[in-house]
């Protein structure tokens, strides 16, 4: 009788575990890779005190490495327009600054509201989409995503395709994608992460080109992504 109760207590300790909405969503999503379950998982994750910590953490000593890296990325002509996908609450605002129009494109609305004060305090000529890749409709000459594909947002031909078509005819797209086989160094498994070569795989037939870069992580350790340029 003991061993039945400790076996019911057991079974049901791990499908409670199993069937918490947000495990359950990370299963599915796991399978399915699906973009519309991916980005219900993401508004749930950017509430309002997440909103927060991310804007505190922004200005964390280990973004330094980042922001210096992504600004050898950027154009120096002042008359180009760049978006923002999933740009949190603004972290590379201050290198973005120079352009002529930011388009600063979140799911949460708590994190567009912080990255719009950072935005008016460096006097940017910006406007916000509060909402996922189909929502852009103007056509810009830099897309510009940390932190999204790979983690958020599936990276898939779909994806590709889209970004692709927002560019201008001499734009630029440059994004990360979360990798998972950088040298062991994962702290973190992501459910959409992929290897270099799928997302080169992905990239066929667009003219681009790819580094995978171990970032410093808030996690403690080394985080890998895979960048990728993609020029139209
Ligand atoms: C890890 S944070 C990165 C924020 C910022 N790019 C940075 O590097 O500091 C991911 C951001 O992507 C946004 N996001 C996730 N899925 C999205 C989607 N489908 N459409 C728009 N934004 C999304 C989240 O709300 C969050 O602000």
Do not use: W
């Not at 992460?193 to 350790?221: C, H, Y």
Request: proline share 2%.
């Amino acid at each position: 009788m003991k061993y039945i109760k400790k076996l019911i207590g057991f079974t049901y300790y791990k499908l409670k575990k199993i069937f918490k909405p947000s495990n359950l969503l990370y299963i599915i999503i796991s399978k399915t890779k699906s973009k519309f379950l991916s980005t219900i998982r993401a508004k749930k994750i950017y509430g309002i005190e997440t909103a927060k910590q991310l804007a505190i953490d922004d200005n964390l000593e280990i973004y330094e490495f980042h922001k210096s890296y992504f600004e050898k990325f950027l154009p120096s002509n002042k008359n180009l327009t760049l978006l923002d996908f999933g740009c949190g609450t603004g972290r590379y605002l201050e290198l973005q600054k120079l352009y002529k129009k930011i388009y600063l494109v979140d799911i949460s609305k708590y994190n567009l509201k912080i990255a719009s004060e950072v935005a008016d305090k460096l006097e940017i000529n910006f406007e916000t989409i509060k909402g996922s890749l189909n929502s852009i409709k103007s056509k810009i000459d830099i897309f510009f995503c940390v932190g999204v594909f790979g983690q958020q947002y599936p990276f898939n031909k779909n994806t590709v395709n889209k970004i692709y078509s927002v560019l201008q005819p001499t734009g630029k797209a440059i994004f990360t994608v979360k990798s998972i086989d950088y040298k062991n160094q994962e702290v973190y498994k992501e459910v959409l992460a992929l290897d270099e070569s799928s997302i080169q795989n992905i990239l066929k037939g667009f003219n681009f080109s790819t580094e995978q870069v171990s970032f410093p992580s808030i996690r403690g350790e080394k985080e890998s992504f895979v960048v990728v340029e993609l020029n139209k």
